[in-house]
C-alpha cells in the first residue's frame, strides 16, 4: 500500500512537471519534449514486437513514415480537413500498410522477418522517391496547414502555437501509449508474450499463431503511424529522409534496446537517453549517431538487459528480493 | 545487328555484370549467415568502406590495381576486428544481440566515413587499360563492364576452388552445415568463423572497388547494394551459395530490364520477386531453415 501511494506521487509530479514544463523553459526544450514523447510513443510500439512478441522488425519506419506521409498529403489535399481526423488518417494508412504486408510476415520469424520487414521498409521509401507528383520525392511534402483543434461552437485552439501543440502532442501520446500499456494486461496480451516464448505451445493451446502475430503487427503499426501523423504536425515536413530512411527503423530499436526490451516503460527511458544524448552531442559534433551507435555498441555488449533491466538487477542486489518474480512484472 | 537486339543485348551485359558484383557481396553475407546463424547488417558498409580506401589508395599511389589489391584487405582487416572483438564478445547472448550490434556497426562505420571523408561524393576514373569500347557485332561496349563480369567469374572460380577442393574449405561448409559437430571433432571453429567473416568482407571489398569506376564514391552507396544482397540471400535461401548465385543474376538482369522498360517501377520489381517467391517458398529457393 505504502508503494501504492508512492507510485501516485510520482505519477502526480510527473503530471505537474509535464504541465507546467512549456512555460517554465523555452519554445526550444518544448519541441524537444514532443520530440521525445513522439519517440517514445514510436520505441514502444516498436517493443510490442520486439519486446513482447519476439520479433524484430528493421522496418518499422514503414508504419511511421507512412503516417506521416499519409497525415501530410490529406492535409495538403484536402482543404478544411479538421486535426483529429488527420492524425487518424496517419494511423489507419499505416494499420492498412500493416495489413497488406502482414500475410506474407507472419509466416515467418527470426531473421527471416527481420529481413522481410526491411525489405519492405525500403521499398517504401523508394516509392515515395519515385512518385515524386505525390511525395514530392526527395523534397518532401512541407508547408501544408496545420488545422487548429476545434469543438465545433465551444472552442478552437491554435495548433501552430508550440505549446498549445505540445498540450495536444501529449495528450495523443499519453492516450495511445494508455490503450497499449491495457493491451498488454488483457489476456490477449499475455497470450502474445506466449508467442514469444513459446509459439508451438500457444498454438496447442488453440491460438492461431500466425493471426495473433497479424493482429500484434497492425496494433503496432496503426500506432507507429499515429506517432508519424504527429511527427508531421510538429515538423511540417515530410521527407523520405526524414521519416522513410533505414536510420528512422533503427532509431526505435536501439531506443527500445537501450532502455530495455523487457519492460513496458523501458523504451520510454531508451527515448529519453538517447533524446538527452542527442542535445549533447549536437553541442559538440554534428556526427551524432556515430555517438549513437557507439552507445547502442557498448549497451549491447555490456547491458543486455537495459537501462531498467540494470536499474532491477540493481535493485534486486541492494534489496534482495524474491528471484522467482519475471523482469515483467518487475518493471510494470 | 539491328539496334533492337543490340539494346538487348547490352541491357543483358549491365544485368550480368551488377548480378555478378551482387554476387561478390551476397556470397559472403550468405557464408556469415550460413555459418554464425547471424545477418550481417554491417555488410554492405565494408562494401562502402573499401570503395573509400580504393579513392585514398588510388590519391595516394596512382595505380587502380594497387587499390584493388590492398582496399579489399583493409576492409576484411576491420572486419576481423569486429568479429574477433565484438560478435565474438556476444556470441552466447542469442542471435538479436548479434543483430542489433551489427546495426550499431552499419551506423559507426557509415559516420566514421562521414567523418573522415566529407559527405561529398568522389569519382573514380576507370583505369587506362580498361578504358574504350569493345565491339561486340557492331554494338559498341564499355569493355570494363565486360571485365567486370570476367573478374567476377575468375574470383567465383576461386571461391569454389577453395570451397570444394581445399580441406579448409570442407571444414567451412562442414561448420555451415552443424558448427557444434565440427567443433567437437576438434577444429577450431571461432578460428574458422574469423576467417569466414574476413573473407566475406573481403569479397564485399573486391566488390566494392570494381563497383568504384562506374559509380560515384558517395556515403549512401552501400544502401542500395545491401538491400539488394539482402533480398538475394533471402530469396535464395539462408545460407546457400546456389541459390544466391542464382537469385543475382536474376535480380541484376530484372534491374537492367526494369530500368529500361519499367524505369518508375524497376526498383519494385525486385521486392515482387523476393514477395512471390516468399509467398510460395518462406525460406527462399534453396534454404532449409530459416
Given at each position: 500500500?505504502?508503494?501504492?501511494?508512492?507510485?501516485?506521487?510520482?505519477?502526480?509530479?510527473?503530471?505537474?512537471?509535464?504541465?507546467?514544463?512549456?512555460?517554465?523553459?523555452?519554445?526550444?526544450?518544448?519541441?524537444?519534449?514532443?520530440?521525445?514523447?513522439?519517440?517514445?510513443?514510436?520505441?514502444?510500439?516498436?517493443?510490442?514486437?520486439?519486446?513482447?512478441?519476439?520479433?524484430?522488425?528493421?522496418?518499422?519506419?514503414?508504419?511511421?513514415?507512412?503516417?506521416?506521409?499519409?497525415?501530410?498529403?490529406?492535409?495538403?489535399?484536402?482543404?478544411?480537413?479538421?486535426?483529429?481526423?488527420?492524425?487518424?488518417?496517419?494511423?489507419?494508412?499505416a494499420v492498412v500498410l500493416a495489413l497488406i504486408t502482414s500475410p506474407l510476415l507472419v509466416r515467418v520469424s527470426g531473421t527471416a522477418f527481420a529481413m522481410l520487414t526491411l525489405a519492405f521498409g525500403q521499398l517504401m521509401y523508394v516509392i515515395c522517391l519515385k512518385f515524386r507528383n505525390i511525395t514530392g520525392g526527395e523534397d518532401g511534402v512541407g508547408g501544408f496547414p496545420i488545422p487548429p483543434f476545434t469543438i465545433p461552437g465551444v472552442v478552437s485552439i491554435d495548433m501552430t502555437n508550440p505549446t498549445n501543440y505540445y498540450y495536444f502532442a501529449l495528450i495523443v501520446v499519453g492516450l495511445s501509449i494508455l490503450v497499449i500499456w491495457f493491451f498488454t494486461k488483457t489476456p490477449f496480451g499475455q497470450i502474445i508474450i506466449g508467442v514469444r516464448d513459446n509459439a508451438q505451445r500457444v498454438s496447442y493451446m488453440g491460438f492461431k499463431v500466425p493471426h495473433t502475430k497479424a493482429l500484434v503487427f497492425i496494433i503496432s503499426g496503426g500506432f507507429a503511424g499515429i506517432a508519424g501523423a504527429c511527427y508531421a504536425l510538429l515538423q511540417n515536413l515530410v521527407s523520405t529522409d526524414g521519416v522513410l530512411v533505414i536510420y528512422m527503423s533503427f532509431l526505435p530499436i536501439m531506443m527500445a534496446f537501450i532502455g530495455g526490451i523487457g519492460s513496458f516503460f523501458g523504451p520510454i527511458?531508451?527515448?529519453?537517453?538517447?533524446?538527452?544524448?542527442?542535445?549533447?552531442?549536437?553541442?559538440?559534433?554534428?556526427?551524432?549517431?556515430?555517438?549513437?551507435?557507439?552507445?547502442?555498441?557498448?549497451?549491447?555488449?555490456?547491458v543486455p538487459a537495459g537501462f531498467t533491466g540494470l536499474l532491477a538487477s540493481i535493485k534486486e542486489k541492494l534489496f534482495i528480493k524474491s528471484s522467482d518474480q519475471g523482469i515483467m512484472e518487475q518493471a510494470s | 545487328m539491328d539496334s533492337t537486339i543490340a539494346m538487348y543485348v547490352a541491357q543483358f551485359i549491365n544485368g550480368m555484370a551488377y548480378g555478378m558484383l551482387l554476387f561478390l557481396v551476397a556470397s559472403g553475407l550468405t557464408l556469415i549467415f550460413g555459418m554464425m546463424g547471424i545477418l550481417n547488417i554491417a555488410h554492405a558498409s565494408f562494401f562502402m568502406l573499401s570503395a573509400y580506401f580504393c579513392h585514398t589508395f588510388l590519391e595516394l599511389t596512382g595505380s587502380f590495381w594497387l587499390a584493388l589489391l590492398l582496399a579489399p584487405v583493409v576492409a576484411a582487416f576491420f572486419g576481423i576486428l569486429c568479429e574477433r572483438f565484438l560478435l565474438r564478445k556476444i556470441h552466447a547472448f542469442g542471435h538479436i544481440p548479434e543483430l542489433l550490434i551489427t546495426v550499431g556497426i552499419s551506423l559507426v562505420i557509415l559516420e566514421g566515413v562521414k567523418l573522415f571523408w566529407g559527405t561529398e561524393p568522389f569519382l573514380v576514373a576507370t583505369p587506362k587499360t580498361l578504358q574504350g569500347f569493345i565491339w561486340i557485332s557492331d554494338l559498341k561496349y564499355p569493355i570494363y563492364r565486360v571485365f567486370i563480369v570476367g573478374f567476377a567469374f575468375f574470383i567465383l572460380g576461386l571461391m569454389a576452388l577453395v570451397l570444394y577442393?581445399?580441406?579448409?574449405?570442407?571444414?567451412?561448409?562442414?561448420?555451415?552445415?552443424?558448427?557444434?559437430?565440427?567443433?567437437?571433432?576438434?577444429?577450431?571453429?571461432?578460428?574458422?568463423?574469423?576467417?569466414?567473416?574476413?573473407?566475406?568482407?573481403?569479397?564485399?571489398?573486391?566488390?566494392?572497388?570494381?563497383?568504384?569506376?562506374?559509380?560515384?564514391?558517395?556515403?549512401?552507396?552501400?544502401?542500395?547494394?545491401?538491400?539488394?544482397?539482402?533480398?538475394?540471400?533471402?530469396?535464395?535461401?539462408?545460407g546457400s551459395l546456389i541459390g544466391a548465385f542464382i537469385v543475382s543474376l536474376c535480380i541484376g538482369e530484372l534491374n537492367s530490364f526494369g530500368i529500361q522498360f519499367i524505369p518508375k517501377l524497376a526498383p519494385v520489381l525486385m521486392f515482387t520477386f523476393m514477395a512471390v517467391v516468399l509467398a510460395f517458398k518462406p525460406t527462399g529457393f534453396f534454404g532449409e531453415r530459416e
Open positions: 500500500m505504502r508503494s501504492k501511494l508512492y507510485l501516485w506521487i510520482l505519477w502526480a509530479a510527473i503530471l505537474v512537471i509535464l504541465i507546467l514544463f512549456p512555460h517554465v523553459v523555452g519554445i526550444y526544450y518544448t519541441n524537444v519534449v514532443v520530440l521525445f514523447s513522439i519517440f517514445s510513443l514510436y520505441a514502444i510500439t516498436l517493443n510490442l514486437l520486439l519486446g513482447y512478441t519476439g520479433l524484430l522488425s528493421f522496418g518499422h519506419a514503414l508504419f511511421f513514415g507512412g503516417g506521416a506521409y499519409a497525415t501530410a498529403i490529406a492535409l495538403t489535399h484536402i482543404p478544411g480537413l479538421p486535426l483529429i481526423p488527420a492524425v487518424l488518417i496517419g494511423g489507419l494508412t527511458c531508451g527515448a529519453a537517453i538517447l533524446t538527452i544524448l542527442d542535445e549533447l552531442i549536437t553541442m559538440y559534433t554534428e556526427r551524432v549517431e556515430l555517438v549513437t551507435g557507439l552507445v547502442f555498441i557498448l549497451v549491447v555488449m555490456f | 577442393k581445399t580441406r579448409l574449405g570442407m571444414v567451412v561448409r562442414a561448420a555451415v552445415s552443424d558448427a557444434d559437430m565440427v567443433n567437437a571433432l576438434g577444429i577450431n571453429v571461432p578460428l574458422v568463423f574469423m576467417l569466414v567473416f574476413g573473407i566475406g568482407t573481403w569479397l564485399a571489398g573486391l566488390a566494392g572497388v570494381i563497383i568504384t569506376p562506374i559509380l560515384t564514391v558517395f556515403p549512401g552507396m552501400a544502401d542500395q547494394i545491401g538491400m539488394d544482397a539482402f533480398v538475394v540471400v533471402v530469396t535464395g535461401g539462408f
